[in-house]
């Protein structure tokens, strides 16, 4: 089973979010083991502040080194094997469905969330493996990342979705977007199906499937099909389509 332990200044945001859903039947049925800690509870100061003003001056407060060193040497005696330790950053590699389905094989991680302007890089430097961003934006603080990385890494364990055949095809897995879904009723208020999905012939269905695929990635995310495995079929069949834009 793999075992997640979040280090966060605000533990209660991830309650619902642990608790619903498929991320809460992956927790019942023992697939995934998610663990929240407060870094507020390992500083030891009278007032039990976590942060501090910048040396050399500037704006802002730094996440101290003596409460991240000691939950950090806290959640790491909770592993048995060495765990993976990630910093949710936006200075980080920014993570896409290839690192995700590499994280979804590893059994030990523990995530660290900061806030403020930043953390002391001593803890960067000593603990980290991993600094990683969801994207080129600023969040308030990484618990929102953290939940992003956790609900794309969890639903990768094999159990955890009904099929895993739906995981292949659906978009970024193979740097195509998917075709559109449809279902009942097939004429409502005038607005129908696409005749071809009636119709029974799992070929021309797979056929136009796979040529709604292309054309959604064409017009949506042109760049993403410098990545993607085509064929002769489907080369030919982009080329038409670029030529009636
Ligand atoms: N913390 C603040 N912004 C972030 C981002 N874009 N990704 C990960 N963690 C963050």
């Given at each position: 089973m793999m075992r997640i332990d979040i280090l966060t200044l605000?533990?209660?945001?991830?309650k619902p979010f642990i608790s619903t859903s498929i991320m809460g039947r992956a927790i019942d049925n023992n697939l995934v083991n998610i663990n929240t800690h407060n870094?507020?509870?390992?500083?030891?100061n009278k007032h039990r502040q976590v942060d501090d003003y910048p040396y050399g001056g500037g704006a802002g407060m730094v996440m101290a080194v003596q409460p991240l060193y000691d939950a950090l040497d806290h959640v790491i005696g909770l592993h048995d094997l060495k765990p993976t330790i990630i910093y949710l950053s936006p200075q980080g590699r920014v993570l896409d469905q290839a690192m995700v389905a590499d994280y979804s094989r590893h059994t030990n991680i523990i995530l660290l969330c900061g806030h403020y302007?930043?953390?002391?890089q001593r803890v960067i430097d000593k603990y980290v493996d991993q600094e990683i961003s969801i994207g080129d934006y600023v969040l308030t603080g990484g618990e929102l990342a953290a939940m992003v990385f956790v609900d794309s890494v969890t639903r990768?364990?094999?159990?955890?979705?009904?099929?895993?055949d739906s995981i292949l095809e659906?978009?970024?897995?193979?740097h195509l977007l998917e075709y559109p879904h449809y279902t009942r009723p097939s004429n409502y208020k005038g607005d129908k199906v696409p005749e071809v999905l009636l119709s029974g012939n799992h070929k021309e269905i797979d056929r136009w499937r796979r040529t709604q695929s292309l054309k959604n990635t064409l017009i949506?995310?042109?760049?993403?099909l410098s990545k993607a495995e085509l064929s002769d079929e489907d080369q030919m069949l982009l080329k038409e389509l670029k030529e009636h834009k």
């Amino acid at each position: 089973m793999m075992r997640i332990d979040i280090l966060t200044l605000f533990p209660e945001l991830f309650k619902p979010f642990i608790s619903t859903s498929i991320m809460g039947r992956a927790i019942d049925n023992n697939l995934v083991n998610i663990n929240t800690h407060n870094i507020r509870d390992f500083a030891k100061n009278k007032h039990r502040q976590v942060d501090d003003y910048p040396y050399g001056g500037g704006a802002g407060m730094v996440m101290a080194v003596q409460p991240l060193y000691d939950a950090l040497d806290h959640v790491i005696g909770l592993h048995d094997l060495k765990p993976t330790i990630i910093y949710l950053s936006p200075q980080g590699r920014v993570l896409d469905q290839a690192m995700v389905a590499d994280y979804s094989r590893h059994t030990n991680i523990i995530l660290l969330c900061g806030h403020y302007e930043g953390i002391d890089q001593r803890v960067i430097d000593k603990y980290v493996d991993q600094e990683i961003s969801i994207g080129d934006y600023v969040l308030t603080g990484g618990e929102l990342a953290a939940m992003v990385f956790v609900d794309s890494v969890t639903r990768l364990i094999p159990g955890v979705l009904g099929s895993s055949d739906s995981i292949l095809e659906e978009s970024h897995t193979n740097h195509l977007l998917e075709y559109p879904h449809y279902t009942r009723p097939s004429n409502y208020k005038g607005d129908k199906v696409p005749e071809v999905l009636l119709s029974g012939n799992h070929k021309e269905i797979d056929r136009w499937r796979r040529t709604q695929s292309l054309k959604n990635t064409l017009i949506k995310r042109p760049d993403m099909l410098s990545k993607a495995e085509l064929s002769d079929e489907d080369q030919m069949l982009l080329k038409e389509l670029k030529e009636h834009k």
